[in-house]
């Protein structure tokens, strides 16, 4: 079947302007999460959604970035005023209670911000 | 807080040469363990997992035990091929943060043959 999948697969902007990233999950899968992959920080968790409970944003790093998933499905992750520090490869995954630690990970967006 | 800590890479090793990657923990809990490894151009995917003491995830090859008393969870392979190199990296879970994985730096691995 599908995997996840994430677009746009690079994104190049500039300083100040706002991003939004999105992630299809894998079909039926309640679990929905969040990283960010780069060359100072290695891999990050950012969010995680997880059903209909609240998600747990404790891995985002400021208040310009924010993501939200509607219908228990796609989500949307948005960086507004974005700065050269958000260059990253944004990931995303997604999995399925009881396995909830096997996550299978999209191909990622990478992030550029000039 | 947790973290996880595991070796620096790049690990160079010729073909059919015995792999270690070192990977050590600390947690607040009693986690699961994992390894992903990232193959060129492909994505993150799960390597093998061990949810508790004396447990050994295996898969490909692959081994690693989780040791509690050392809070190590160290990968293993007899004899790796080129089709190897990948980068690999080792994380952990806490039974209560569903799922939320918290990943070590990442160790390259490069096989030559």
């Known amino acids: ?114 | 807080g947790n973290s996880v800590t595991q070796m620096e890479g790049p690990v160079t090793l010729s073909e059919e040469a015995f792999l270690t990657i070192n990977c050590t923990y600390t947690a607040t809990g009693y986690p699961s363990l994992f390894w992903y490894v990232q193959y060129p151009g492909e994505g993150l995917q799960l390597l093998l997992k061990a949810t508790k003491a004396d447990d050994k995830g295996s898969n490909k090859g692959f081994e690693a035990t989780y040791r509690k008393e050392t809070t190590s969870f160290h990968l293993e392979k007899g004899s790796v091929q080129v089709s190897d190199s990948a980068v690999y990296f080792c994380a952990l879970s806490e039974s209560y943060s569903w799922g939320k994985l918290q990943f070590g730096a990442g160790t390259q691995v490069v096989v030559t043959p």
């Open chain 1, 1 to 114: 079947g599908a995997g996840v999948s994430q677009s746009p697969s690079n994104k190049v902007t500039e300083k100040g302007k706002d991003v939004e990233l999105r992630c299809d999950p894998i079909s039926g899968h309640t679990a929905l999460y969040w990283y960010r992959q780069s060359l100072g920080q290695g891999l990050e968790f950012l969010i995680y959604f997880q059903g209909n409970s609240a998600p747990d944003k404790s891995g985002l790093p400021s208040d310009r970035f924010s993501a939200e998933r509607t219908g228990g499905s796609v989500s949307t992750l948005t960086i507004q005023r974005t700065q050269q520090e958000d260059s990253a490869v944004y990931l995303c995954a997604s999995s399925s209670p009881p396995r909830t630690y096997e996550q299978y990970f999209g191909p990622g967006t990478r992030l550029t911000v000039t």
